[in-house]
C-alpha cells in the first residue's frame, strides 16, 4: 500500500501508521515498507512531506544500520537545510532529536551537533528553539570537549537572538551544559560516567528525555504546518508520475496524527 501513487491513501496511512507500526518485523520495515515512504520526503506536496518526517519516530527503531544511518540522515540533512517550508525544516530538527538515541555513535558524532547548530541559524524562530532543545534533549550524547568548543559558544551566540523564545531556551540549555562542566571540574572522576553514553552503542534507553520533548514539539508543528498549507494550497502541484484522471480531486490536508 505504500507504493500507492495515491496521495490521500499515502497520508492516511503515515498518520495511522502508529496503529500498525508494532506488528511489522524489522525486515518487513527495512524491505517492503522504507524503501516507499522514503519517497514522501520528495513529495511537493508539505503535508506529505511532514507526514513523512513524523513516521520516523515510529519507523527509526525498526531501521537498519544502512537505512538509518546513512539513507535517513541524508534526506534530514536536505530538508533541514533546503526545504521551503520552515514548519518542516523545524520538525526535521525535532525529530532527529527525538532519534538520537538510536543513531550509532560514529553518525551521532558526525551528525547531531551540526545539525542542531544548523538549526540554530535557521531564519524559523521555531527552528532556532528546536535546534536548542535538540541539544539539551541529548546532552548526554556529547563529549565535555564538545559542550565546551562546539555547542556553548553556538548557544552563546542566541542570547542575541531577536526573538525572546529562542533567548529564553538558549539561556537555560546554557546554565544546564555549563553545570555539567562545572561539575567534572569539580570533580574530575566523575567524568567517565557523565560522557558513558558519547561512545556506547545506540540504545532506546538513552533517549527518554527527547523522546518527551519530541512528542510534544511535532504536534505543535504540526498545526502550524497544516495551516500554512491551508493559506497556501498552490504550493501543492500534482506529481508528474502520477496517473492524471479527468478532474482530479485537490489534496486538503488531514487531521493530524497526533
Not at 504540526?222 to 504550493?235: A, E, F, M, Q, V
Amino acid at each position: 500500500m505504500f507504493s500507492s501513487t495515491d496521495r490521500a491513501m499515502r497520508i492516511r496511512l503515515l498518520q495511522q501508521m502508529e496503529q500498525f507500526i508494532q506488528y511489522l518485523d524489522e525486515p518487513t520495515v527495512n524491505t517492503q515498507i522504507f524503501p516507499h515512504v522514503v519517497h514522501g520526503f520528495l513529495d511537493t506536496n508539505p503535508a506529505i512531506r511532514e507526514q513523512t518526517v513524523k513516521s520516523m519516530l515510529l519507523l527509526a527503531p525498526k531501521l537498519n544500520e544502512a537505512n538509518l544511518n546513512v539513507e535517513l540522515m541524508k534526506h534530514f540533512a536536505r530538508l533541514q537545510a533546503k526545504d521551503e517550508q520552515g514548519p518542516i525544516r523545524c520538525n526535521t530538527t525535532v525529530c532527529l532529536g527525538k532519534i538520537g538515541s538510536y543513531l550509532s555513535a560514529s553518525t551521532r558524532h558526525r551528525v547531531l551537533t551540526s545539525a542542531f547548530s544548523r538549526a540554530t541559524k535557521d531564519p524559523f524562530a521555531p527552528s532556532r528553539v528546536a535546534g536548542v532543545l535538540g541539544f539539551a534533549a541529548t546532552h548526554n550524547l556529547y563529549s565535555m570537549n564538545d559542550c565546551a568548543h562546539k555547542i556553548l559558544p553556538v548557544l552563546c551566540g542566541l542570547t542575541v537572538d531577536p526573538e525572546k523564545s529562542v533567548r529564553d531556551q538558549a539561556f537555560k540549555a546554557i546554565r544546564s551544559f555549563l553545570s555539567k562542566l562545572e561539575s567534572v571540574s569539580e570533580d574530575p572522576t566523575q567524568l567517565e560516567e557523565v560522557e558513558k553514553d558519547v561512545h556506547a552503542a545506540s540504545s532506546p534507553g538513552m533517549g527518554g528525555a527527547a523522546a518527551s520533548w519530541a512528542g510534544w514539539a511535532v504536534t505543535g508543528v504540526s498545526s502550524l504546518t497544516s495551516k500554512l498549507i491551508r493559506s497556501h494550497p498552490t504550493t501543492a502541484p500534482t506529481e508528474t508520475n502520477i496517473p492524471q484522471r479527468p478532474t482530479p480531486p485537490t489534496l486538503r490536508p488531514l487531521g493530524d496524527a497526533g
